[in-house]
């Protein structure tokens, strides 16, 4: 597991230049997988799928976070 301390500086780094930078990088990386014109066998489809579920996981911490408005009730 890993610790919080590290884990909150994960958080952060999408804010940052950096983590910027890495999820544009990514995003192209991920484009190039995920294109099904140049596959050759449904194994590969499988390893695409499968590469493309790791990195979503490995990496999710770049994802932007959306912030949810509080959601007006009958007395606002």
Do not use: C, W
Request: a neutral charge; hydrophobic letters at 35%; charged letters at 35%.
């Amino acid at each position: 597991m890993i610790a919080p301390q590290y884990k909150e500086v994960l958080d952060m780094l999408y804010q940052t230049p950096q983590g910027k930078a890495l999820r544009e990088y990514l995003e192209e990386e991920r484009k190039k997988i995920d294109t099904v014109k140049d596959v050759t066998s449904l194994e590969e489809v499988l390893g695409r799928k499968h590469a493309l579920e790791l990195i979503d996981k490995i990496f999710g911490f770049l994802k932007e976070k959306k912030i949810d408005s509080p959601s007006r009730n009958q007395y606002n």
